[in-house]
């Protein structure tokens, strides 16, 4: 045998032994026994995570998750001891948590003051959903692509991008008549945008539902991580009254500016009840919350656990901003809930209650 035949030999024996040793990739869930399960101790009333959950049962395709959320609703009720409580959701459920620290943050249904019509103070039109806005799922064509939706308009039988938001500010959808009420604050209706639906209250005590009807698709960009890039925040300080009180000091024609950085801009329906997430149901203040649905399936009844948050919440959203371990926690309509909100920002462990 040659020493460069030998050596050939060697290298290819050196790398099957390199494969065979490799470990595998770490999925992002990771399975929990009953040990390992925090309390589950409760600290909101019992009665929110009922209507929760009895609103999420008819989304279900599946007759063991219905089962499976309603079970959960019979320990709670039933055993009260915290080591027999676990034991019952570790037998009852597939107990996953994220592997990775959670994020956590709030939402909230923002109030704002409004007209139907505008003048010279109400200017700022929240429009309605474009009719030449298309929405295309590559996963309905292919079920391998694992392509995200793609949003645009159709030209010449062709998908082309939308308008960013600076364009549609600038004019871009005027004249079509898609305006569906005016605010007075650029601020109050970007915040809007970036919460997805919330109330325009008018003159005669009129509470308007603006629901998420959609977005132009467009990249979206967090503006307090351009605050803090561009050193007019520092790190950490990035909340939602701190972002109001940077963006109010500024020129209009500067604020305009930064708003314009994120792309992404909302259209909005009109609608009664209360705000409406993804998943198509009605949300519960305190108990549902916008996840990842690659990470977390829509629908999913998990355990929060983080410095001021134990409590039993259903996934019953989605958000642009909202990707891997990160949840988003709806926490109501109204200036407090904005404050709480704004303020929300912790660590802590997302568990995955998954029917067996």
């Known amino acids: 045998m040659t020493a460069a035949r030998a050596a050939l030999m060697f290298g290819c024996a050196l790398l099957a032994a390199c494969a065979a040793l490799r470990i595998a990739p770490r999925g992002p869930l990771v399975s929990v026994r009953a040990g390992q399960l925090p309390p589950l101790q409760e600290d909101l009333d019992p009665g929110s995570l009922r209507n929760a959950i009895e609103r999420t049962v008819p989304t279900y395709t599946r007759a063991a998750d219905a089962a499976a959320a309603r079970r959960l609703l019979e320990i709670l009720d039933t055993v009260t001891d915290p080591e ?32 139907l019509s505008p003048d010279e103070t109400y200017r700022f039109p ?38 960013t938001r600076a364009e549609i500010e600038a004019g871009a959808l005027a004249g079509r008549g898609l305006e569906l009420g005016w605010a007075a604050d650029p601020i109050d209706v970007f915040l809007l945008h970036v919460q997805g639906s919330g109330l325009l209250l008018l003159p005669d005590g009129t509470r308007l539902g603006m629901r998420y009807a959609g977005t132009n ?4 960009r967090s503006l307090g991580q351009t605050l803090v890039a561009r050193g007019l925040l520092p790190s950490g300080r990035a ?12 020129p209009p024609d500067e604020e305009q500016a930064l708003l314009a950085t994120n792309e992404r801009y909302t259209f909005f329906r009109l609608a009664e009840g209360g705000a409406v997430g993804s998943l198509g149901v009605e949300l519960t ?14 629908g999913t009844v998990a355990y929060l656990a983080t410095p001021s948050v134990h409590r039993f919440v259903v996934s019953q959203d989605a958000g642009a901003a909202v990707q ?31 029917a067996r």
């Open 217 to 220: 698709g467009r990249p979206y």
């Open 285 to 298: 203040p305190g108990r549902s919350v916008a996840t990842d649905p690659r990470l977390v399936p829509p």
């Open 84 to 115: 027999a409580r676990r034991s019952a959701v570790a037998r009852a459920f597939r107990v996953m948590r994220v592997r990775r620290s959670l994020l956590l943050t709030g939402y909230y249904e923002p109030e704002l003051d409004g007209r």
């Open 126 to 163: 929240l429009y309605a959903r474009p009719p030449d806005l298309v929405s295309v799922d590559p996963a309905r064509l292919d079920p391998g692509c694992p392509c995200r939706p793609v949003v645009g308009r159709l030209v010449d039988g062709h998908l082309r991008p939308f308008p």
């Open 324 to 354: 891997g371990a990160h949840a988003d926690l709806f926490l109501g309509s109204g200036p407090a809930a904005g404050e709480r909100a704004g303020a929300l920002r912790e660590h802590g462990t997302l568990y995955l209650l998954l």
């Open 239 to 250: 909340t939602l009254p701190d972002i109001r009180r940077v963006l109010q000091a500024m």
